[in-house]
């Protein structure tokens, strides 16, 4: 995108708040993000690498970098660029004391429904629905603790392992944001994204 990876972009989006420390779970093509990025100094940031020499899903990649985890975390889709304040996530998430939090929207295609006086989800539904109000926009903050309630064997899924448990628990809270993730899965999304990129200021090196 204008040039550089999408994963740049995004790296930066989180740089102008704040965050410097990142790790990055890695598999197809691991060595190309390995080589653009390093250990990401160049960037005035910090990276490190947990990979997965064949498949593990979303949760098992999680679950096989649990030792590289701090006691709370930032968890951020890696194809989905979302305009969100995480300061605001992060303070919300405190608020609430659980597990862990997700980032989502209002969608016709949404797989959560949640409480609106106490903010706990209530409710998930698979792919195939039938659809509820809010859309998981890709982006988590967890306690390291929620991997303990992982007891599958890799491969598997993340919040089809964890959501029914955490929900059960009263452990997970829904922090609501207006939009959803930008990605760049299909040309027409490639395009807008670009687009948007040009015509906002985001086009400046991470260290800015």
Request: proline share 4%; charged share 20%.
């Amino acid at each position: 995108v204008l040039g550089k990876p999408f994963l740049h972009w995004l790296i930066k989006r989180l740089c102008t708040q704040n965050i410097s420390r990142f790790l990055i779970l890695t598999g197809y093509k691991a060595s190309m993000i390995e080589e653009y990025f390093g250990d990401g100094s160049k960037f005035g940031i910090f990276i490190s690498y947990s990979h997965e020499d064949s498949p593990l899903g979303t949760g098992g990649a999680l679950w096989a970098a649990s030792e590289l985890l701090e006691h709370e975390f930032l968890y951020v889709n890696g194809d989905d660029y979302q305009e969100i304040d995480y300061t605001e996530l992060v303070d919300a998430f405190h608020s609430q004391n659980v597990l862990a939090m997700v980032a989502a929207c209002e969608d016709s295609y949404g797989l959560l429904e949640i409480d609106k006086k106490t903010k706990f989800v209530t409710r998930f539904t698979a792919n195939n629905g039938p659809y509820l109000p809010y859309l998981d926009c890709g982006t988590k903050v967890f306690k390291k603790s929620v991997l303990n309630l992982l007891s599958l064997k890799p491969p598997f899924n993340l919040e089809s392992s964890l959501w029914p448990e955490l929900i059960q628990r009263n452990q997970l809270a829904l922090f609501h944001i207006s939009s959803k993730a930008q990605g760049i899965d299909t040309p027409e999304k490639l395009n807008h994204f670009t687009r948007w990129l040009k015509t906002t200021n985001q086009i400046l090196p991470i260290k800015s």
